[in-house]
Each structure stands twice: as structure tokens, then as C-alpha cells.
């Protein structure tokens, strides 16, 4: 019933196996990939032939996580999976990247990967698994695919690389680091790394290229045996290549003057009269204009590559190693807790970060399980920044993306929650964008961080690099614009500090790069970030020594985990008084840690105070002052110490006699008393006699030991002592009673 196929090889330790022609065989190309206990779907299928009119290439790749994968039912009211988390649009991009440069140019038909994920062992992440999936699905498809290609994750441990590290070991790596590529070279690279080297890193990406050979064989050694017939190639018309000169022809002197003006806007509105002559152009000759938009951008491409090839000088009249001019600046915002405005040529980001508690931690429902993120940074990208008219909505893809980028290079440099506890959100908002806003969110987030006080470890820089690769030449270029972002060759971005790199990312847009390019890009990339942070250290050189005056004070006091029960109370009683009465926001860890937060440092110091009061064990001669809470009788108690009461015996109340308790306090009354020492069942003994209750003062030694409350006093209390054992001076249990109210 099934033409059923496998192929299996032994990878960075675990069993890669890779299955087709058992589950979904109406799909072009379906392969079942599991490593180690982690089984992914991979399927593609593409539409026989192009939409009428279809200029691009409409590739959708979506990698979903189903929760059975991880024997979970999914949260929520529908208890079912809906729209994409973060995290699987972020995967689904990761798969899209190295896969799009491999179909030939002029491919139109429509096509779909759809990857998910089965089961998840918790120890192997599904992406890599997802994307070799994806890689083999269309290798199988017989669609037009210029593949295999395969992807690993490096670790970098104790000065080692790692293949595939497992949860458990990228705890404690330095690096990690998602590689992908052809048997030629990388097209792909997402990292984040604690402050590498670039030959550290340059270094990875060459192991990372070795150590997934293996993978693309065994696509290729399936295919062999189970590839459908592949689709024919595109190929252009003498009627497509007619136009094409035609095109050339009319429109390239004036495409080649508008691409020598540097101002973008201007040089739009020439590229775009250029275009709509040529138009007129082609119309009045009788050819086909719509035919001849998708030949525009081939003409541009060429022009601007070759000119900078040919004169080394690039459309906005830079060399390839010049940064644009930049102007950094904090706090531009009165009530944020730290902001910047950072702009690079035509490119802008205006950063804000905002200090919250524990309480304010985003919750993220992952297949691992459920955890908590203290860090957040939110990329929005509005039609405006280039010019444009738009929608505004949710955040796309596209949006999700940059922002995990600059999330990655500013994460390594925070500071751990122990030394700084609070709650991080970042929000950029692009306001200008000609080139890599995603760098520039990078540059004003720790500007930003910065300026609210958030002690990084060192101040961080992002850049984009681009490429112009002909088989004549090649040309590496810094801080590249947006127009040399669509028609090079490569996007490279790098950020990191004066140290090292904090996150690498890569999308080659050609077949593949050779790792001497590799290399010259990441060093001009290294003098590009040390000259933007030059410019960065002209509005702040490191954190600022305290948080703003709007922000929340955390203080973090630690109590015995024993403790913990007092200070929450019966079902949260006690807890829910101080935040009320305080105003004062409180988080309790299992292991004692407090988090102690407001706006004014009194109302923090209230709740101290009182958890402090609550958890604190009184010490013997310390005097203490508290409240008359009862009188009885025999004393009065007196809460002295958060919520601990003592006795005040009759005898310690005041020198001299005293006939009845009411005589010298009453409740309510504030008083100073001295703690004498405990019963024999823990409770407290308290003394008024021997302290000042003006000053405070302990007069122990000036009043000398008691014996002047009378004689009948002396007998009530050996009355009392036996009274517990029996009824000595006629009062039965009636004292051991009263005593056990005292408790």
C-alpha cells in the first residue's frame, strides 16, 4: 500500500532519521524527520503554473507546534491551537530565509511548506529538524529547487563547538548559533553570543557548514531513490527578451541619473518619472507595459552594482566603508523611565524603556512548559517611516523578526535579576527607515537602557553590512541604504560591543558566500560598530546611577523559607493588608527572596518594615516599642514586634505596686518595653518597669530587681504558678487559662 522510503545516519551523537511515503502522499513532497525523539512533518506543494500577471515569487513557509507534541493540552477558552506564538513565527521565518535564494529566477508559481511539529522530546528543538524537513520535502517535490539544504545549531562550551547541543547544555553555553546552507556555502546564520570574537564566530559558522555535509547526502541519497520527476524550468521567451533590450534601451540613462542622487526621497520620485516614461514608452510601441514592470527592477540592480564595482562609490556618494552621519540622544522623553532617539542617515529609531515588577513578566506557554520573561523588546515598523500610507494592525512577521534580532543583541549585556530586579520592556518605533532599522533599534535600546539606569554590561552597537558579488568583483559594504539592501547581493548583520559580538545575522540572497567574504565583512563590520559607538558614547557612556524618579524602587530583602507562611497569611490575608495599607507592590519566591516596589521610597520602607516586624525573633534586653493590644488581670499584652505579642506582667508594669493593670495602661496605648526572655512554651516575657517610657532609656540598674508590688501580689503570683498545678490559693485552672490566652 505505501512506497514507503528511509534513510537514517548518526548526527552529533543522536539518530537523524528521515521517512517518505507513508503520511501525506497527496502533498508534492511530504517527509517525516525525527532526531532523537523529536518528529517533525515537513510537506510542500506548489501550483503547477503562475497567476496571469504574477510578478514575484509567492513562497509561504509556516511552521507550526502542535501541544500533543508535548502531551499538553493547549490554555485558553477554545482549547485548541490558534494563531501563531512568536515563537513559531520567528521559525517559520528562520526556514523561509536559506530556502527562498534557491528557487530559479523567474519562478512565479505559487508554493507551501508547512512543517510541524508531532512530538518534542524537550531536548532536541524542532526547528533545525523542521527545516531539514522542509529542505527534503522539496528536493522530493520535483518543484524547481536549487538544493539540498541542510542547518545545525552550534554551542560554543568551554572553548569548544558543540554540535546540536541539548536544553541542558545551552544553558551554559557562550553561543548559540543557527547555521544553514548548500554543499557550496552558508545562505543563513542566526546567533546570539556572549560578546565572541569574530574569529570565534566566523569560526562556527565554518563548523556549522562541515557538520551539516552529512544531512544534505542523505537528502540527496533519498531523493535518488524517491524524487518525483522534477518540474521544467522556467525559461524566458525571445518575446521576454525583446523586451527586456527594449526596456534597457529607453529607460536606463534615466534610471542611471536618478540613482546618482543621495537623498532617498528625491531619488524616488526620479526613479518613479524614469519608470513611467518608459512606460509611456513601451505603450506607444505597442508592448506589453505590465510584462515590463518586473524587468525594471533587473535594470536597477544592474546599474547600481555595477556602478559601485566599476567606481567604489556607492548611490549617496560613500565609499564602501563609510558610515552615515549620526546624532544620538537620551532622555528626549519627560515621564518614560529611559528613551533615545537614534538616527543614522535617513534611518531613525525612537526608543523608549519602561521599569516594571515581577508582577508585569511576560507569561509564555511554551511546548518546554511554562516560563517567565522579564525581557521584552517591541519592534513596530509604521507605513510612515518610508513615506507610505498603510494599515495599521498587528505586528507582522517581518516586525516579529527584527525585533527577536535586537532582542538577541542586547539580552547577553543585561545584568542578572539578583543585581537588577526588574522588569525590562523596550519599544521602538521606527520614525524614519533607509537601511537596517533593525540596527538602529539595537543602537537606541541601549541607549535607552542606558538611560533608565539599567546597568549593562557595556554599551552595544549594531550595523548591517551588504555585497555586490559579480564574477568579476566583489564589494563589501558598511551601513548599507535600503535600495542596496534589495538589490545586493547579501544582508549582514552584526552587533556587539568594544569586546565582542553579541548576535550575527545572515541572509545571503545569491547561491552562496565563501568564507573569506565572510571574513572581510566581519571585520570592516567590527571598525563600523567601533565607530558607531564612538558616536553613541557622545550622548552617554555608561548607565546612569539611578533610576528615574518615575520609575518603581525595588528593594530585595531575603526571609527564612519558614517564614514565607507568616508573611502571606491564612489565604492571603496578611500579604493583601501591607500592599493595601503600604501601597506598595510585593512578590514572594520560594526561596525567600522579596521584591519590594513603589514610587516613593516611604511607602517601600513602610512594607519593609513591616515584613521585617513579621519575620523578625526577638532578642532578649533589646527594648522594643509596640501597642497594648488586651489587658487581663495578670499583665497586659503588647504587640511589639509585626504581628509577635508578649506579656507584660503585673509586676513589670510599673516600680511599685500596682493594684489592677487598668491602672497603668489601657488598649491601645502606645508603650516602651524591654523583652525579659520566653517561657517554657516559647512565649514572650516583657518588662514596662525597667525601661523610660519617656526616652526609652533601659533603667535596669537604677530600679534594681522587682519586689515592690506587696506582698499580696507576690502571693497572687505563687497562686498563679500552682493554680496550674491544681488549684493552689483556691483558683483552680482559671490562671493556666488565662495563661494559654496569653499564647
Same mark, same amino acid.
Do not use: C, M, W, Y
Given at each position: 500500500m505505501f512506497n514507503y522510503f528511509r534513510k537514517e545516519l548518526d548526527w552529533g551523537g543522536r539518530k537523524l532519521v528521515l521517512e517518505t511515503g507513508k503520511i501525506a502522499r497527496q502533498a508534492d513532497g511530504a517527509v517525516l524527520v525525527s532526531y532523537g525523539d523529536t518528529i517533525v512533518l515537513c510537506t510542500a506543494v506548489g501550483l503547477r503554473s503562475a497567476k496571469p500577471g504574477q510578478d514575484f515569487f509567492p513562497l509561504t513557509v509556516h511552521y507550526q507546534e502542535k501541544a500533543f507534541?508535548?502531551?499538553?493540552?493547549?490554555?485558553?477558552?477554545?482549547?485548541?491551537?490558534?494563531?501563531p506564538s512568536e515563537a513559531e513565527t520567528l521559525k517559520s521565518r528562520l526556514i523561509d530565509r536559506p530556502i527562498r535564494p534557491l528557487f530559479p529566477e523567474g519562478f512565479r508559481n505559487e508554493v507551501q511548506i508547512i512543517t510541524t511539529v508531532l512530538s518534542h522530546d524537550l531536548e532536541n528543538d524542532p526547528d533545525v529538524v523542521a527545516l531539514i524537513g522542509a529542505s527534503a520535502a522539496l528536493?522530493?517535490?520535483?518543484?524547481?529547487f536549487f538544493g539540498p539544504v541542510g542547518a545545525a545549531r552550534i554551542g560554543y562550551i568551554d572553548g569548544e563547538y558543540v554540535?546540536?547541543?541539548?536544553?541542558?547544555?545551552?544553558?551554559t553555553s557562550q553561543l548559540e548559533l543557527l547555521v544553514a546552507g548548500t554543499v557550496e556555502g552558508v545562505l543563513m546564520v542566526e546567533s546570539e553570543a556572549q560578546e565572541l570574537t569574530e574569529e570565534v564566530m566566523l569560526g562556527a559558522v565554518t563548523f556549522g557548514h562541515a557538520a551539516f555535509q552529512p544531512v544534505i547526502q542523505a537528502i540527496i541519497d533519498l531523493a535518488e531513490v524517491a524524487a518525483k520527476d522534477p518540474w521544467p524550468l522556467p525559461e524566458e521567451?525571445?518575446? &521576454?527578451?525583446?523586451?527586456? /533590450?527594449?526596456?534597457? +534601451?529607453?529607460?536606463?540613462?534615466?534610471?542611471?541619473e536618478a540613482y546618482r542622487e543621495a537623498l532617498k526621497q528625491v531619488? &524616488?520620485?526620479?526613479?518613479? /518619472?524614469?519608470?513611467? +516614461?518608459?512606460a509611456e514608452t513601451l505603450a506607444a510601441e505597442g508592448l506589453d507595459v505590465e510584462r515590463a514592470k518586473g524587468l525594471f527592477k533587473d535594470l536597477e540592480a544592474d546599474i547600481v552594482r555595477n556602478a559601485i564595482l566599476d567606481t567604489g562609490l556607492r548611490i549617496d556618494g560613500r565609499d564602501t566603508k563609510t558610515v552615515r552621519p549620526i546624532v544620538a540622544e537620551v532622555g528626549v522623553l519627560p515621564r518614560a523611565h529611559g528613551s533615545a532617539l537614534f538616527t543614522r542617515g535617513e534611518t531613525q529609531a525612537f526608543v523608549v524603556t519602561t521599569l516594571g515588577t515581577a508582577q508585569d513578566e511576560q507569561i509564555v506557554d511554551a511546548l518546554e512548559g511554562e516560563y517567565r520573561e522579564n525581557f521584552m523588546l517591541h519592534y513596530n515598523f509604521p507605513p510612515y517611516s518610508v513615506g507610505e500610507t498603510g494599515r495599521l494592525g498587528s505586528p507582522g512577521r517581518r516586525e516579529v523578526g527584527h525585533g527577536k534580532l535586537a532582542w538577541r543583541a542586547v539580552h547577553p549585556l543585561l545584568p542578572g535579576k539578583d543585581k537588577f530586579p526588574y522588569t525590562l520592556r523596550v519599544v521602538s518605533e521606527i520614525t524614519e527607515s533607509n537601511g537596517s532599522s533593525s540596527m538602529a533599534t539595537v543602537c537606541g535600546a541601549s541607549l535607552a537602557l542606558m538611560d533608565a539606569g539599567v546597568p549593562l554590561k557595556n554599551p552595544v552597537a549594531g550595523i548591517a553590512m551588504g555585497l555586490i558579488k559579480e564574477d568579476r568583483a566583489y564589494a563589501v559594504l558598511s551601513d548599507i541604504l535600503g535600495d542596496e539592501d534589495h538589490l545586493g547581493d547579501m544582508d549582514f548583520k552584526v552587533a556587539g560591543t568594544e569586546l565582542g559580538v553579541t548576535s550575527l545575522q545572515m541572509d545571503i540572497k545569491i547561491t552562496s558566500i565563501t568564507p573569506h567574504i565572510m571574513q572581510v565583512a566581519l571585520a570592516q563590520a567590527r571598525e563600523g560598530r567601533l565607530h558607531i559607538l564612538g558616536e553613541m558614547a557622545k550622548a552617554l557612556t555608561g548607565?546612569?546611577?539611578?533610576?528615574?524618579?518615575?520609575?518603581?524602587?525595588?528593594t530585595v530583602i531575603n526571609i527564612p523559607k519558614e517564614k514565607i507562611r507568616d508573611v502571606i497569611g491564612t489565604g492571603g490575608k496578611v500579604i493583601r493588608e501591607i500592599v493595601e495599607q503600604t501601597g506598595a507592590k510585593i512578590d514572594i519566591e520560594d526561596d525567600g527572596t522579596i521584591k519590594i516596589a513603589a514610587n516613593e521610597i516611604t511607602k517601600a520602607q513602610a512594607a519593609i518594615d513591616w515584613i521585617r516586624g513579621i519575620v523578625a525573633e526577638p532578642e532578649i534586653g533589646v527594648i522594643y516599642t509596640g501597642k497594648v493590644v488586651k489587658t487581663a488581670e495578670f499583665g497586659a499584652f503588647v504587640n511589639f514586634l509585626g504581628s509577635r505579642d508578649g506579656l507584660v506582667h503585673v509586676s513589670e508594669l510599673a516600680q511599685g505596686r500596682v493594684n489592677k493593670t487598668a491602672d497603668v495602661v489601657n488598649v491601645g496605648d502606645a508603650v516602651r518595653v524591654k523583652v525579659l526572655g520566653f517561657d517554657e512554651r516559647g512565649k514572650v516575657k516583657l518588662s514596662m518597669r525597667v525601661v523610660d517610657q519617656a526616652?526609652?532609656?533601659?533603667?535596669?540598674?537604677?530600679?534594681?530587681?522587682?519586689?515592690?508590688?506587696?506582698?499580696?501580689r507576690e502571693r497572687g503570683d505563687r497562686g498563679f504558678r500552682g493554680g496550674r498545678d491544681g488549684g493552689a490559693d483556691g483558683q483552680g485552672d482559671q490562671p493556666a487559662t488565662q495563661d494559654a490566652v496569653a499564647g
Open positions: 507534541a508535548a502531551g499538553k493540552i493547549p490554555g485558553g477558552f477554545f482549547k485548541r491551537e490558534g494563531r528536493t522530493l517535490s520535483g518543484i524547481p554540535l546540536n547541543p541539548t536544553s541542558a547544555q545551552t544553558k521567451s525571445e518575446e &521576454q527578451k525583446t523586451l527586456r /533590450a527594449r526596456v534597457d +534601451a529607453i529607460a536606463r540613462p534615466a534610471l542611471a531619488r &524616488q520620485d526620479k526613479v518613479a /518619472a524614469a519608470k513611467k +516614461a518608459a548607565a546612569r546611577t539611578d533610576v528615574a524618579a518615575t520609575a518603581p524602587r525595588i526616652t526609652g532609656e533601659d533603667i535596669s540598674e537604677k530600679v534594681g530587681p522587682k519586689g515592690g508590688s506587696g506582698g499580696g
